[in-house]
């Protein structure tokens, strides 16, 4: 959508420039993509700042010394009187060309040249040299604080500014200027008006004639056959209107917002679609047989020339808008030649109309012809604004024409209001991640137009405003929230939302229970790896999984307990004279299982050691852990994990201190660590708690017999096979082939693939042709080939061979020759 900011600017006054009210729209609306200055012809000009000033003796001209930011001090000869030191004026480098106007239609080009014995190397422009206004007499002083090569349209307001908005399809509203307003409106605090243009226009003398289905007045009868397409029809009846030029308003504001002008009644209509939103039409009211207007559906065999002189056929699929006797119009889409405005037209008939979207879409895919209308109705217009756009769309023609309304026609009902949506503060505290009163929702939502009612507890009922169709849940209402207040508001801490309903797996809550908990007692997290040399055990082959394609031999096995990791890791610790160790892991063990996968579990490991909390003046010298801290620290580790089970310790044969148990369930143990440790470090104490089974696919070993009752296990994948990525080019070629009826493809597949050797990579079968040039009792089929060397680049010779060779080998075994052209 392409929006004027000085078009939105006559619908509310905010005082901003175009980039400020770019950026707000960006923030808070849809993104802004185009962002252009209609005076694109001054984008060559310059700040130029005079340095030096001197008369030329015996003449009108100053030699002057101006900064052009270039670095280099240019020698420009000026005629203005007004050429101050120290000011600042619109420069024109040489080869730059000045705008065009009544005199030079062209624009003068400035080129370096010798004037009076100086050499001028540019030009001080006046205002009216480049259209800003009709002051000749004097240069264009810039009040402006921007160093000297600053581009001139960043510092003068000159023209208009288009700004191209990217409208979703959820929000036609925003396809107008008025719906872009309503917004800036709410943004700035600025309240919404009306244009000059408009408010001065004289209302229609009555009131519309309205009917449910069918309604007469000015001469003209409007009748709609089927509602459910068409639920409003207006029409408004003028006479005594002269086509012709458009006042400069209408023109400027046109071309703005990307149109060209065509004559006043053409533009007005255009000022209704891209002001206000509501497409429109304008009938010759002479060409109308019968003075009817029918909204129908097309009959089958009509035909209709459409404004772009196309010659269209017609069908039952179509919504028309047709007189007594032919369809004169494509509803919603596009109108007829033979109903067009002319320069002849006095008497017009204005139609404002609601067609249904899927109606308009239909038609539209039907003909192949999209237009500014059909996109605003296939995603739906303003119902409740029809009646308004009537009235002042007749009232707008009838200024511009020079006319009179005679009559305004509405058939149809006026649009219920939009269902109401419950809007929970609660709700919104939760998606948005922070509490907003209730005053402030009310506030925000007003302020774009939705009618808000308290419920009288932390809810509101909330009415959607006519034009805002997409808002149809609380979850809408939310968003207008979070995008009026600003995305950049919205808290970036996470918060106890969850993105789904399925809740977390078991074990994944036991990590975060136990993990928090020793967190909180001042231990360490760490994440290595679950890879271990397996050099402490007599036969690691047996009691360990070994992993085929381990990342290093040195640690080839899979672990089978996490303090063995974590002792270690404090071997790491201690040989950097860091004997203070509190660490711990929630990983993985795997315990092996014969022939089966190995049992995945899920343990906590804790290693302590050295001081049991950091220094502190009122204690110097910390007590160091031992056995008792660590059993302490089990009990609580475990009420932690199995917060529903009895927890207990009982005491086991060294190395193990005690064993922990959960109900009847041994789930752990407390032991002390043996470490390759230097002799000033203290003892290491661990426990290792089991959170649960990691579940996994199993494969019963080798003549076991599951139990008739028990389920079925599922069978192993077959194992993958990978291979390293080419590095050589592959060739192609492909092999069109006669090949018998009685010859199935799978057998020519099968001789291609056993002749071609292992160098073939790939043989697609992607053609079957019957039919012209193919013999009696044969078929065409095509086989695209590639063949890749491991190690170097396939010849053309090895190729043609190859392909010579499958030609010869085919038609011996099989039959099958080679087509030809």
């Known amino acids: 959508m392409k929006i004027s900011h000085e078009w939105l600017a006559r619908f509310v006054p905010h005082g901003r420039d175009a980039a400020a009210i770019r950026d707000l729209i960006t923030a808070h609306v849809a993104t802004v993509e185009g962002f252009e200055h209609l005076r694109a012809d001054l984008a060559p000009f310059v700040v130029g700042r005079v340095v030096e000033s001197e008369r030329i003796p015996e003449t009108k001209l100053s030699f002057n010394k101006v900064d052009d930011g270039s670095g280099t001090l240019l020698e420009v000869v000026c005629g203005a009187p007004n050429v101050t030191v120290g000011a600042k004026y619109p420069f024109a ?54 160093p000297p090569g600053t581009p001139l349209l960043a510092v003068l307001p000159a023209g208009d500014v288009r700004l191209e908005v990217d409208v979703l399809p959820n929000r036609p509203d925003l396809l107008s200027h008025r719906g872009v307003a309503r917004e800036v409106a709410a943004l700035t605090g600025t309240p919404l008006g009306v244009p000059t243009e408009l408010a001065t226009l004289a209302a229609p003398g009555s009131p519309p004639v309205r009917g449910d289905t069918a309604a007469s007045a000015g001469g003209i009868s409007v009748r709609i056959e089927d509602r459910a397409d068409c639920p409003q029809y207006g029409a408004a009846v003028l006479s005594g209107l002269t086509v012709g030029p458009s006042p400069d308003w209408l023109r400027t504001a046109v071309e703005a917002s990307g149109g060209r002008s065509i004559n006043n009644l053409v533009d007005a209509t255009n000022y209704l679609l891209h002001g206000l939103g509501q497409p429109v039409h304008a009938f010759d009211a002479a060409t109308l047989a019968g003075d009817a207007i029918a909204v129908r559906r097309a009959r089958a065999g009509e035909t209709l ?26 509803a919603g889409v596009m109108g007829g030649r033979a109903s067009e405005v002319t320069s002849t037209t006095t008497r017009v008939v204005l139609e404002v109309a609601e067609f249904t979207p899927r109606v308009v879409r239909a038609t539209r895919r039907a003909v192949g012809l999209s237009t500014d209308a059909s996109y605003r109705f296939e995603r739906g217009i303003d119902p409740a604004a029809v009646a308004e756009v009537l009235a002042t769309g007749a009232a707008l023609l009838a200024h511009v024409g020079g006319g009179r309304v005679e009559a305004l026609v509405l058939v149809g009902d006026a649009p219920a209001p939009r269902p109401a949506v419950t809007l929970r503060a609660a709700r919104a505290a939760l998606v948005l991640g922070e509490a907003i009163p209730l005053a402030e929702l009310t506030g925000l939502l007003t302020a774009v137009g939705f009618a808000c009612a308290p419920t009288g507890g932390d809810a509101l009922v909330v009415t959607p405003p006519s034009w805002r169709l997409d808002v149809v849940r609380e979850v809408d209402l939310i968003e207008e929230v979070a995008r009026l207040r600003g995305y950049d508001r919205l808290p970036d801490t996470l918060q106890g939302a969850r993105p789904g309903t ?80 509190r660490l711990f892991e929630v990983g993985t063990v795997f315990l092996p299982q014969g022939a089966a996968l190995p049992r995945e579990e899920q343990r906590v490991g804790v290693l302590v050691m050295g001081r049991r909390r950091p220094a502190h003046f009122t204690e110097p010298q910390p007590p160091a852990w031992d056995e008792w801290d660590a059993k302490a620290l089990a009990e609580r ?8 089970a009895a927890i207990s310790l009982v005491a086991a044969d060294a190395p193990v201190l005690w064993s922990v148990r959960a109900g009847e369930a041994t789930v752990g143990t407390v032991r002390r660590v043996a470490l390759d440790a230097p002799v000033w470090a203290k003892p290491a104490f661990g426990l290792e708690l089991t959170l649960g089974e990691m579940p996994s696919a199993r494969v019963a070993p080798a003549g076991a017999h599951a139990h008739a009752s028990a389920p079925a296990r599922p069978r192993a994948a077959a194992p993958m096979r990978y291979v390293p990525l080419p590095t050589t080019p592959a060739a192609e070629f492909d092999l069109a082939l006669l090949v018998p009826e009685a010859v199935t493809s799978a057998q020519v597949e099968v001789l291609l693939r056993a ?10 079968l992607f053609d079957e042709f019957r039919g012209e040039g193919i013999p009696a009792g044969m078929r065409s089929l095509a086989w695209r080939l590639t063949f890749r060397h491991p190690e170097r680049t396939l010849r053309d010779k090895e190729i043609d061979g190859r392909r010579s060779q499958l030609l010869k080998t085919l038609e011996a075994q099989l039959g099958v020759r080679p087509r030809t052209a």
Do not use: W
């Open 502 to 581: 399925v809740p977390d797996h078991p074990l994944f809550t036991a990590y975060r229970r136990v993990r928090d908990a020793l967190v909180a007692e001042g231990l360490h997290e760490v994440r290595p790896l679950p890879f271990t040399s397996g050099a402490a055990m007599p036969s690691p082959d047996d009691a360990l999984v070994r992993v085929r394609n381990p990342l290093g031999e040195d640690e080839p096995y899979l672990r089978r307990e996490v303090l063995g990791t974590l002792a270690r890791r404090a071997e790491y610790n201690l040989n950097r004279m860091q004997g203070d160790v």
């Open 305 to 330: 020339v459409t404004l772009d002189g196309q010659s269209r056929a017609l069908d039952p699929r179509m919504l028309v808008i047709a007189d007594a006797e032919r369809a004169t119009a494509l």
């Open 755 to 764: 002749t071609s050797g292992p160098q073939l990579e790939a043989c697609t």
């Open 637 to 644: 580790l475990a009420r932690v994990a199995f917060p529903d």
């Open 93 to 146: 480098r040489s080869g730059t060309r000045v705008p065009p106007s009544a005199k030079n239609p062209t624009g003068l080009l400035i080129e370096r040249r010798k004037i009076r014995g100086f050499t001028s190397n540019g030009m001080l422009c006046s205002a009216q040299e480049l259209n800003l206004g009709d002051d000749a007499d004097g240069i264009l002083t810039l009040e402006t604080d921007a």
